[in-house]
């Protein structure tokens, strides 16, 4: 198994909605980060969560962390047609390994 | 608010070419990164570069891969003799401070196409 897996692989949604996407890995970890990328372009960070943080907000985005489960979820709240994109989970391990690791992605379609 | 930049955007090439993808990082950081994501799959992590040496590379970044400072603002990525497996897009990052402490903000990127 890969470190960082998203799931689900796609979403659609109605506009309003909020979306969850969860996001799991294997080893220990320094923090997590969530990245939204829109068809083709650059990542834009998100949000960074430590390990010892629980729970984060920024916006209309809330990310949990749960280490004893290696988990973790973003909730975008009342959904926005700009918000369709791939959404993208990494993690950093520790100093002396500190590239991140990206999941698989999970893609969002938000429908008018 | 401070960017990172690529330049090109897109770069066609034929096997076997050398190519260089410039990036600017954010100007007040110290470290330095390539991620590069093959068409449909996840991104993942070439190399990183602090203090102007490498810190820590994967196993892509085989010996037909160098990166260089070239100067106080420019990061480029040199691939020697491209492949046709080397199609993808790269992304350059950079960060105040480690990884560990500090967000990494990407490029852009730059699409190279291998023919």
């Known amino acids: 198994s890969q470190q960082g897996e998203e799931d689900p692989q796609a979403l659609s949604i109605q506009e309003g909605e909020n979306a969850t996407m969860n996001c799991s890995y294997k080893t220990s970890i320094n923090n997590l980060q969530w990245y939204r990328q829109n068809s083709g372009r650059g990542l834009v960070h998100l949000i960074l969560?430590?390990?010892?943080?629980r729970e984060k907000h920024s916006g209309r985005l809330r990310v949990t962390l749960d280490t004893s489960k290696k988990s973790s979820s973003l909730l975008i709240t009342a959904s926005r047609a700009a918000d369709t994109a791939s959404y993208f989970c990494?993690?950093?391990?520790?100093?002396?390994?500190?590239?991140?690791?990206f999941g698989t992605g999970t893609r969002l379609t938000i429908i008018p | 608010e401070p960017e990172v930049t690529q330049t090109p955007s897109h770069q066609v090439t034929q096997m076997g070419q050398e190519v260089i993808l410039r990036c600017v990082p954010i100007?007040?950081?110290?470290?330095f990164y390539w991620y590069r994501q093959i068409l449909g799959q996840k991104v993942e992590f070439l190399v990183s570069f602090y203090n102007n040496e490498i810190s820590e590379k994967s196993e892509i970044f085989d010996d037909q891969f160098s990166v260089e400072r070239p100067d106080g603002s420019n990061f480029t990525l040199k691939i020697r003799s491209t492949k046709l497996e080397d199609s993808a897009m790269y992304f350059c990052a950079s960060s105040a401070g480690t990884g560990v402490t500090d967000t990494q903000y990407f490029g852009p990127g730059t699409r190279l196409t291998v023919l």
């Open positions: 990494a993690t950093v391990i520790n100093f002396g390994n500190e590239k991140l690791t």
């Open positions: 100007s007040n950081h110290l470290y």
């Open positions: 969560i430590r390990s010892n943080e």
